[in-house]
């Protein structure tokens, strides 16, 4: 059995999904969305305790984030929170450096201290007394995200398959992606939005390897006593240790490890769950009473930390659209609409003419 189209997406998670919409909304080709999984987005767009941050992902990051955030309200996908990076007084020289930073990205935030932080958290332990507040911080419909950039693709004509493994690749007139259940599907361009597996799709197309490399994030869920109020920030650690947050009367902590992983289906270890736990009881007088579930993602990263959008140097007809690490959720409506001009020769419109492509393209890496 053989099919052909004009674009093969490779992944259906948020990347694939969202630039496959935008694609679609743009153009007439004919895209298939091949997912490996039995249903799109189990890895790690599944898994995500997402967040709109502003400053989440460093000031190149922050375009992209600043750039999403109208989509995000517009389309209902956010819920208002607030985030504060918590601090001790030996932690005074990371404020500082956030503010410098920061300070020209157009990000808003400000600096409290400990009377306005202990409104905000109670429970917080007396020596985090001091704090940056971004009062902009939400919550996102991740799954609700996912589902609409489905739902209008799938509207605008993309086939989505799933079950479908890419287990070879290779390119003669088109490009011949062979499954592992036996299927062929030919495509005159081939998007990678493979995620964990963005650099193994590269080179079983005969492509250079990025240096896309995997990090194992871990979430759990506890029950707490007192319970966290429901209007309790997200709570993140100036020194990048941990992070928690309300989620329906219970907490969702990770201890914000990156721990390189190969490409898989990742599990939490104990270790990271019992870390997370110690470092909750460094900074609130919150009792522990039962890990209700716990989980983990992977994150992928290319070596500088930035995105990977754009043609590769070496492969006719190949695009990357991988590498966007932990914050590929709130970046995505601003990330696929980029893309998809970059693919489609399109000019950047109001969503995306403050965004500086080049910092993002693989070029860098040859």
């Not at 609130?284 to 590769?312: C, I, M, N, Q």
């Not at 709130?330 to 893309?339: D, G, K, N, V, W």
């Amino acid at each position: 059995m053989t099919n052909s189209f004009d674009i093969a997406i490779i992944g259906a998670g948020m990347a694939g999904a969202s630039l496959a919409a935008e694609l679609a909304s743009h153009s007439d080709k004919r895209i298939v969305l091949l997912e490996a999984e039995s249903r799109p987005g189990y890895h790690a767009t599944g898994r995500s305790a997402a967040f709109w941050e502003e400053c989440y992902g460093g000031p190149d990051i922050v375009p992209l984030t600043l750039a999403s955030g109208s989509y995000l309200q517009d389309g209902g996908f956010l819920t208002t929170r607030g985030a504060l990076y918590l601090a001790r007084e030996e932690d005074e020289p990371k404020i500082e450096a956030h503010f410098e930073k920061f300070g020209d990205t157009g990000a808003q935030f400000e600096r409290i201290g400990s009377e306005a932080l202990l409104d905000k958290v109670p429970g917080l332990k007396a020596h985090w007394d001091r704090a940056i507040w971004q009062a902009r911080c939400a919550d996102i419909d991740v799954a609700g995200l996912h589902q609409h950039y489905l739902k209008l693709a799938q509207q605008n004509g993309v086939q989505l398959e799933c079950n479908a493994r890419v287990e070879a690749i290779y390119h003669e007139s088109v490009w011949t992606l062979k499954l592992a259940d036996g299927r062929e599907w030919r495509a005159d361009r081939i998007i990678n939005a493979a995620g964990a597996w963005a650099d193994a799709i590269a080179q079983m197309a005969g492509g250079t390897a990025l240096g896309i490399q995997p990090l194992r994030r871990t979430v759990l869920q506890l029950r707490v006593d007192p319970s966290p109020p429901h209007s309790l920030p997200l709570c993140l650690d100036i020194s990048g240790e941990f992070y928690f947050k309300p989620e329906n009367g219970r907490l969702w902590l990770s201890p914000h490890d990156e721990t390189p992983s190969d490409p898989t289906d990742a599990a939490p270890e104990e270790l990271d769950i019992a870390t997370a736990i110690d470092r909750l009881h460094q900074v609130s007088d919150w009792t522990v009473e039962t890990v209700e579930r716990k989980w983990a993602g992977l994150r992928s990263f290319a070596p500088d930390r930035k995105p990977v959008y754009g043609h590769d140097p070496e492969l006719a007809d190949f695009f990357w659209f991988a590498g966007q690490g932990g914050y590929g959720i709130q970046t995505a409506p601003a990330a696929a609409r980029l893309a998809a001009q970059l693919f489609l020769g399109l000019p950047n419109d109001g969503m995306t003419e403050q965004i500086d492509s080049e910092i993002y393209s693989p070029e860098r890496f040859f």
